[in-house]
């Protein structure tokens, strides 16, 4: 999970034909993904199920590991990124 801060990289993560890691710090997680430096939460899973969702897959995980900051999260809703009100 991103911080309410870190729209800029958010933005770049869904831009397409672009090297969205390029430059950016991360390191390897447990299972071996990437983890991005900076983000305020981590959560690692094991796909446990997969449905069908119309145009999407819905997958169910269980949590291999976890961690949590007290940072304030950058959220997206309804085309538009958006701040908890403080």
Known sequence: MLGEEQ???SRRFATKGIEKFNGIPWR???SGLALL???ISHIECRVVHAY???DHTIYVGQILSASA???RPL???Q???HR???
């Open 37 to 39: 430096e900076g983000a």
């Open 75 to 77: 959220m997206f809703f």
């Open 7 to 9: 729209e800029e990289l």
């Open 28 to 30: 390897k997680g447990e």
């Open 52 to 54: 069908d969702g119309g």
């Open 69 to 71: 900051s007290g940072d």
């Open 79 to 81: 085309g538009k990124y």
């Open 84 to 86: 908890l009100p403080k």
